[in-house]
């Protein structure tokens, strides 16, 4: 088992950033591709960014490409995603996730965390 917990998320004014955490426990964190996706209500849960174990390998949806920064630090088993200019439509429920082995757009993922909420003023 994986254990995932998001922090970072919050409210947080129209282009400004955020950075989000997600701490790992449980199995060997380097052994884990991890991605964060995001659901807004009444919307389907979206990818947002995923990176391989090593770092590698990242992929950012478009939505926020060019904007965002996906990272992860194996020795402290916790993985950030940087989110600058900040958009009212990035405002979601942030969930990050981890997976044996890397797949860059997959939503399979085996474990997940409770999310972190993030709210954009405009």
């Known amino acids: 088992q994986v254990q995932l917990v998001e922090s970072g998320g919050g409210l947080v004014q129209a282009g400004a950033s955020v950075r989000l955490s997600c701490a790992a426990s449980?199995?060997?964190?380097?052994?884990?591709?991890m991605g964060w996706f995001r659901q807004a209500p009444g919307k389907e849960r979206e990818i947002v960014s995923s990176?391989?174990?090593?770092?590698?390998?990242?992929f950012y949806a478009e939505s926020v490409k060019g904007r965002s920064t996906i990272s992860r630090d194996n020795a402290k088993n916790t993985v950030y995603l940087q989110m600058n200019s900040l958009k009212p439509e990035d405002a979601a429920v942030y969930y990050c996730?981890?997976?044996?082995?890397?797949?860059?757009?997959?939503?399979?993922?085996?474990?997940w965390g409770q999310g972190t909420q993030v709210t954009v003023s405009s």
């Open positions: 996730a981890a997976r044996l082995g890397y797949s860059s757009t997959t939503r399979e993922y085996a474990y």
């Open positions: 449980g199995r060997t964190f380097s052994n884990y591709a």
């Open positions: 990176i391989s174990w090593d770092g590698g390998r990242r």
